[in-house]
Structures are given as C-alpha cells and as structure tokens.
C-alpha cells in the first residue's frame, strides 16, 4: 500500500461527521448507479442513517479522515441485512470514497477497521449488492473473502437505464 496511508486515520463516525458524509453519499447519489437513491439528502434527512450505526454491535459505521486536515476520505458501514429477527446475525456492508480523494487504499483501509471491529459481534454472514458493472469493487470484496452468489437482473432504474446486482457473501 501507498506510504500515505500513515496519513490516513480510521475511527468511528459521529454526528459531526453528519455534513461531510452527506455530501460524500449526495455525490454517488447524483453522479452514478452505485447507490439507486436518485434524490440527494439534506444532513436532516440523513440523520438516522448515521444515528443507526453506534461505536459498537453489529451496525458499525467508520469512516476514514486526512490526519492533517480531518477531511473525510470515505466510509465503511455494516446495516442490517433485512428487518426480521431471524436475519439479525447478518450485516449489509458498504464502502464509499471521495471522489475527489488522491489516495489509493482508503476503501481496503476502512473495510479492514470495519470487519475487525465486527470480529467479536457473533455475526454470521455479510452481504454486499455491487451495481453492475464495478469491476473496482468487486475485487475489493474479494479481497475480503466476498464470494459472488447470484445477480438480481434489471433491478434498479436510473438515469434512463436498467442496471444489475452482484450479490456477494461473506463468512464473518
């Protein structure tokens, strides 16, 4: 890895961290097919995404800062799977970067903090929905043990198009 990744420093986010997120997510919500939200967020509104994710348990959110600066680099973050009970030892992962970010690593920095943080959380199994295509991120998730499982066709509408999803799976 690049040797500015000492420069690179990944903690837990918190509500000071609410703006700057927001602006990072609104970027992939106008720019791409990466998220299939298509109307950006006010911090407001996007509150209880952040509000959802403590320092601890199974719904961790870390994001990644510039050590001089504190200029959020990108996040990681692990939500629930589906809403019944049954699916409770199964996370959704994500990891966003800044666009604007210089730096090559940031997405394998923060994935690795977030599933070392998940090690004692007696979760079972991760998922990971990767708009297709993305070759970027699904070497990503391969290198964290992601195996691919099956694609949901045309799932998603947006920007005057219909885009697939790789499903991924990974043993916690």
Request: glycine residues 8%.
């Amino acid at each position: 890895m690049p040797s500015d990744h000492a420069e690179v420093q990944v903690r837990p986010g918190d509500e000071g961290d609410l703006a700057a997120l927001t602006d990072l997510y609104n970027h992939y919500v106008r720019e791409t097919a990466v998220t299939f939200d298509t109307t950006p967020f006010t911090p407001a509104e996007r509150r209880p995404w952040l509000l959802s994710h403590p320092v601890d348990g199974p719904h961790r959110l870390m994001v990644a800062t510039d050590a001089g600066s504190g200029r959020i680099l990108g996040y990681a973050s692990s939500s629930p799977f589906r809403a019944k009970p049954a699916y409770a030892t199964s996370v959704e992962t994500t990891v966003y970067v800044a666009p604007d970010s210089s730096r090559r690593g940031i997405g394998t920095l923060l994935y690795q903090a977030l599933f070392d943080a998940l090690a004692d959380e007696g979760l079972h199994r991760a998922y990971a929905g990767i708009a297709q295509p993305n070759a970027a991120s699904t070497r990503l998730h391969e290198r964290f043990g992601f195996r691919y499982v099956g694609t949901y066709r045309e799932v998603g509408h947006k920007f005057g198009r219909w885009w697939d999803v790789a499903w991924h799976e990974k043993e916690m």
